[in-house]
């Protein structure tokens, strides 16, 4: 089994297909990992490792990947992960598909790198729109899973690690408005309608970005195909 250890953390990682690369992250909040894309309307292997080299990973602490955590611990980790696991494969310029709490995982790489990065997919991104206490549950379920793998982390650590991830009213919890408005890479984001994934947070990303498209309909059966082509379209425009 694939994994890319850095210091004290471990990430398993999987690829398939040749081409162009596409960095794959999953859903799942704090849990994303490969196998939800399993579950998904658009999976990402099945649907471009023909034509692409799809990337995708379990995040620290997720799936198969483990880390230390500490209260310090916050969005640039989870980014300089996905760096260097590029970096390890070699990989200078890619796309980057994100699904759920994938949507802040990519605009972290936007802003770290925007040369490196080609264009974006954003599937039902996550947002703050007076829905913290779902995000902060959500955290905390994770933390009951994990806590005993990490006796020595405090609860004050877990609360401040949980603030900083979700804590803030910035518009992806970790980037500002201005941040997207300033956004160099070409989006498309296909539409969340949850409170985990608000639509208002959809249309104001792609109200935002200066090259960005919205695909309203994707999850439902008769959008599905239409969904997947508008996107293979997009990847293939901007590869």
Same mark, same amino acid.
């Given at each position: /089994?694939?994994?890319?250890?850095? &210091? ?10 040749? &081409? ?8 799942? &909040? /704090? ?41 310090? @611990? ?6 300089? @992960? ?16 994100? /699904? $759920? ?35 902060? +549950? ?16 405090? +609860? ?10 979700? &804590?803030?009213? +910035? ?11 300033? $956004? ?6 296909? /539409? ?40 293979? +379209? ?6």
């Amino acid at each position: /089994m694939p994994f890319f250890e850095r &210091g004290d953390i471990r990430i398993y990682y999987e690829t398939h297909g040749e &081409g162009f690369p596409v960095l794959a992250l999953a859903a799942g &909040g /704090m849990r994303s990992a490969m196998p939800f894309w399993e579950n998904a309307p658009w999976n990402p292997r099945k649907q471009l490792a023909h034509r692409y080299q799809v990337i995708t990973m379990d995040q620290r602490n997720a799936g198969q990947s483990t880390a230390p955590i500490s209260g310090s @611990d916050n969005w640039h980790d989870y980014r300089d @992960d996905q760096l260097a696991l590029l970096d390890h494969l070699g990989v200078e310029r890619f796309h980057v598909a994100g /699904m $759920c709490i994938g949507g802040s995982f990519i605009m972290e790489l936007i802003e770290a790198a925007p040369e490196r990065v080609a264009s974006a997919v954003m599937l039902q991104p996550i947002g703050f729109e007076g829905n913290r206490q779902a995000y902060f +549950d959500i955290f905390d379920s994770w933390t009951a899973e994990l806590k005993a793998l990490h006796p020595t982390v405090t +609860d004050r650590d877990w609360t401040q690690f949980r603030q900083t991830m979700f &804590g803030s009213e +910035d518009l992806l919890f970790n980037l500002t408005e201005d941040h997207v408005a300033k $956004c160099p890479v070409p989006l498309l984001v296909l /539409m969340g309608k949850d409170i985990y994934h608000p639509e208002a947070i959809s249309r104001r990303i792609v109200e935002l970005a200066p090259q960005a498209a919205l695909v309203e309909h994707w999850k439902e059966p008769e959008h599905v195909a239409a969904a997947s082509a508008a996107v293979a +379209d997009f990847l293939a425009k901007h590869s």
